[in-house]
């Protein structure tokens, strides 16, 4: 089976897209195997963009510094991993603001899923770890079979649950992990999505108007209609002003010729 993966992002309103602080990517890995993961840092944290790129790309790698499964025991201690890791790089500094915000520490929601049995020596599969908003749509027929974590649009807050660098949050954070799975066919469709995507998708799901929706992000392919839908919206009053982050995967029946990828 291969997999035809695109993401799309666009900033906050008026704002650069260097200032973007989600992060998100795929990688093939070996060849029964891909990972793609979406993270959103949270704004007040200290260098949350950096802890977003961290996770992404550590999860994704597949070296040392990757979880080896998605399951409780193997996330908690690449987490362990990740916040050792970024203790390292905090700086020495005699600014008061500065050691306040090392103090709270960088914070993140996140979702990473892998895909398993592409060379068809298993049935092909999703699995995946989810923490806070950020949100992974499986589709199918233009109809959702599932979504990890399975929010409603009520559930959508200001405080969500999500991956920290303080070592004495590890406990809960790793408690509070969410998992899923599911099979996957051709023609299957894996939307990974930040928080102000993933609550306007849903309030498609929820007002009972899927096909229209998975049918427009089913078709997207240029950055610049992405960012047209999202400014869109959002001078609808219909998404939330925040950095934005859509990834998606197409299954196909046999590998893709061609991998797009738009960061």
């Not at 999860?59 to 996330?75: A, H, K, N, V, Y």
């Amino acid at each position: 089976m291969g997999v035809q993966p695109v993401i799309f992002s666009t900033p906050k309103e008026n704002y650069q897209p260097t200032w973007w602080e989600d992060g998100g990517g795929y990688a093939p890995g070996r060849t029964a195997l891909a990972r793609i993961a979406v993270a959103d840092g949270a704004t007040e944290g200290y260098q949350s963009r950096l802890w977003v790129s961290q996770l992404i790309e550590a999860f994704l790698t597949g070296g040392e510094d990757s979880p080896g499964r998605i399951d409780r025991g193997s996330l908690g201690s690449w987490l362990a991993r990740m916040q050792d890791l970024w203790s390292l790089d905090i700086p020495v500094t005699a600014d008061y603001i500065d050691q306040v915000k090392i103090g709270q520490g960088a914070f993140a929601t996140f979702v990473g899923c892998q895909l398993e049995g592409l060379d068809g020596g298993s049935a092909p599969c999703w699995r995946a770890v989810a923490a806070g908003d950020a949100v992974l749509f499986h589709v199918r027929g233009r109809r959702l079979l599932d979504h990890l974590p399975p929010l409603s649009v009520a559930d959508f807050g200001t405080a969500p649950d999500g991956l920290s660098t303080l070592p004495d949050q590890l406990p809960g954070i790793v408690e509070r992990l969410q998992f899923g799975n599911g099979e996957l066919i051709p023609d299957d469709l894996l939307f990974a999505a930040t928080d102000a995507m993933a609550k306007w998708m849903l309030t498609w799901v929820e007002n009972d108007d899927q096909e229209t929706l998975w049918r427009a992000l089913a078709a997207l392919a240029d950055p610049a209609d992405f960012e047209q839908l999202i400014n869109e919206q959002r001078r609808a009053k219909a998404m939330k002003d925040d950095d934005v982050t859509l990834l998606r995967v197409r299954l196909l029946s046999r590998p893709a010729e061609m991998l797009v990828i738009q960061p």
